[in-house]
T-cell receptor
């Protein structure tokens, strides 16, 4: 089945630790996106990538990093510089002018 | 600045019709999308309007008036499973890129028997 796979579903981070969230898609989409969602809020764009080996900052990129070495993969690292990382993280992919398709999300909490 | 306004909560009766409004103020505009999200789940695409008028997809319809910077999502024959959050999102309304989506804060719809 075509889709977007995010892992893990739940993740816990210790103080000062970097953690990486995985996002893989087999939809052959060029563009991929990372969003953060806080309780009762909308989605805010962290990073996006329109093509392999290229990515751009979104509205709230501070404390996060990404890479796009392969078309199907767009991992997100939440660094220790992100002081309030507890949130629901959603990965999406899409082609220009087409709807974005979302993964099932990763819920990150602080230990 | 950029903003999307939608009601935070709406309650409606099973079998009824409900309309969720969205007004926007963004730096650019290519179209208005609607997404549904059940608690703890992923957003799923419902509808997209690039031009003025009504788009119908089964029980769901979406309307856009670009001159009024306004759109709405209409849900007919409400079912209990329609209880979810609904987000409007402007494509091109984002300073970071013409194709990116800028999301509203969502409307939580509760369907009651």
């Amino acid at each position: 089945d075509g889709g977007i796979t995010q892992s893990p579903k739940y993740l816990f981070r210790k103080e000062g630790q970097n953690v990486t969230l995985s996002c893989e898609q087999n939809l052959n989409h060029d563009a991929m996106y990372w969003y953060r969602q806080d309780p009762g809020q909308g989605l805010r764009l962290i990073y996006y990538s329109q093509i392999v080996n290229d990515f751009q900052k979104g509205d709230i990129a501070e404390g996060y990093s990404v890479s796009r070495e392969k078309k199907e993969s767009f991992p997100l690292t939440v660094t220790s510089a992100q002081k309030n990382p507890t949130a629901f993280y959603l990965c999406a992919s899409g082609d220009t002018g087409q709807p974005q398709h979302f993964g099932d999300g990763t819920r990150l909490s602080i230990l | 600045g950029q903003s999307l306004e939608q009601p935070s909560e709406v309650t409606a009766v099973e079998g009824a019709i409900v309309q969720i409004n969205c007004t926007y103020q963004t730096s650019g505009f290519y179209g208005l999308s609607w997404y549904q999200q059940h608690d703890g789940g992923a957003p799923t695409f419902l509808s997209y309007n690039a031009l003025d008028g009504l788009e119908e997809t089964g029980r769901f319809s979406s309307f856009l008036s670009r001159s009024d910077s306004y759109g709405y999502l209409l849900l007919q024959e409400l079912q209990m499973k329609d209880s979810a959050s609904y987000f409007c999102a402007v494509r091109g309304g984002h300073q970071t890129g013409a194709n990116n989506l800028f999301f509203g804060t969502g409307t939580r719809l509760t369907v009651i028997p």
